[in-house]
């Protein structure tokens, strides 16, 4: 079975930071498209980061320059480093994967098959 789980939010003050970690158990040594996603109460789930089994990222704009994704393969877990942090980057934050074909490109659109349960950011003004 595959399993996601994160860990590492919590409350920050604005302009703070917070590195989330997702530990995954369970794919199977294929390419997988692995991305960082989020969502506010009220509002649509985002994505802010994505990264491909090669380590090619792609993040929108909502998060480049302040969010970088990572990954260690050899503990497989998936990093979020979130910078400079401001109240809009609350939400429930979710690592998310999802097969991907070899001329595929990996991005936060992208199909996920697995999900985590969630870790809750908070960013006071």
């Known amino acids: 079975d595959v399993h996601l789980a994160e860990s590492g939010g919590g409350s920050v003050q604005a302009g703070g930071s917070l590195k989330l970690a997702c530990s995954t158990s369970g794919l199977a040594d294929n390419n997988y498209c692995m991305a960082w996603l989020r969502q506010a109460p009220g509002k649509e789930r985002e994505g802010v980061a994505a990264i491909d089994s090669d380590g090619n990222t792609s993040i929108p704009d909502i998060a480049k320059g302040r969010f970088t994704i990572s990954q260690d393969k050899a503990k497989n877990t998936l990093y979020l480093q979130m910078n400079s942090l401001n109240p809009e980057d609350s939400g429930m934050y979710y690592c998310?994967?999802?097969?991907?074909?070899?001329?595929?490109?990996?991005?936060?659109?992208?199909?996920?098959?697995?999900w985590g349960q969630g870790t809750q950011v908070t960013v006071s003004s």
């Open positions: 998310a994967a999802g097969r991907l074909s070899f001329f595929g490109y990996c991005h936060t659109g992208h199909r996920f098959d697995y």
